[in-house]
């Protein structure tokens, strides 16, 4: 028998869709509407990352800039600075997916590289 349940490759990591996943957020900001700006910092935010996994999380989303509304656009090198070296310490820490959360097609390709 073939299993032909659905499934994404992330990256070389396989998220499997044969069932509900559950996407963590880290919001690496510091205005933050869910989180209140409790993990703006990398060790935070890396910290935060890693309990989301340990109680289930499928796949995290990395975010830089809020989009609450009424909140200011974050500059390019801003953001960079903000979610690159979250995504750099958690991939190889965590055996799970990550995505980014972005506006902005530069934070978006360096987040792949």
Known sequence: MFDI???LDCGGRLLRL????VMG???VTPDSFSDGGD?????AAVAHGL??????ADL???GGESTRPGSAPVPLDEELRRVIPVIEELSPK????LSIDTRKAQVAQRALE
């Not at 993990?39 to 060790?43: A, G, P, R």
């Not at 309990?51 to 289930?56: F, I, P, T």
């Open 94 to 97: 965590v055996g799970i997916p």
């Open 60 to 62: 995290l989303d990395i």
């Open 5 to 7: 349940s659905p499934q």
């Open 39 to 43: 993990h703006d910092s990398v060790e």
């Open 51 to 56: 309990q989301l996994v340990a109680e289930g």
């Open 25 to 27: 957020i880290v919001n």
């Open 18 to 21: 044969d069932r509900p996943r």
